[in-house]
């Protein structure tokens, strides 16, 4: 299974990046598909979550300004970040855990500018 994570950048406070996750090996619609970010000095925090039947969940800190979503055919999953804020820059990571294993992308940078 391999991930292939793009879509980071630089964007001004209050701007949006969508964020892109292609999978090959396995279906991003059998499986939980998470976000994840570090900033530099921190440990890894979850930040999204897309299960097999599409329910999602997100840390507090997101909520309401990003949206996890996928695209079946594509076998991509998404993240659209929307009001960005200082605080959210870091690499984004996304994540496939299957019945055989959990798999990371290599992860996109995302810096936002104040």
């Known amino acids: 299974v391999q991930l292939q994570a793009s879509g980071g950048g630089l964007v001004q406070a209050g701007g949006s990046l969508r964020l892109s996750c292609e999978a090959s090996?396995?279906?991003?619609?059998?499986?939980?598909m998470s976000w994840h970010r570090q900033a530099p000095g921190k440990q890894r925090e979850w930040v999204a979550t897309i299960t097999s039947d599409s329910n999602t969940a997100y840390v507090n800190s997101v909520k309401g300004r990003f949206t996890i979503s996928r695209d079946d055919a594509k076998n991509t999953v998404y993240l659209q970040m929307n009001s960005l804020k200082s605080e959210d820059s870091a690499v984004y990571y996304c994540?496939?855990?299957?019945?055989?294993?959990?798999?990371w992308g290599q992860g996109t940078l995302v810096t936002v500018s104040s």
């Open positions: 090996g396995s279906a991003v619609s059998l499986n939980t």
């Open positions: 994540r496939i855990r299957t019945t055989w294993g959990t798999y």
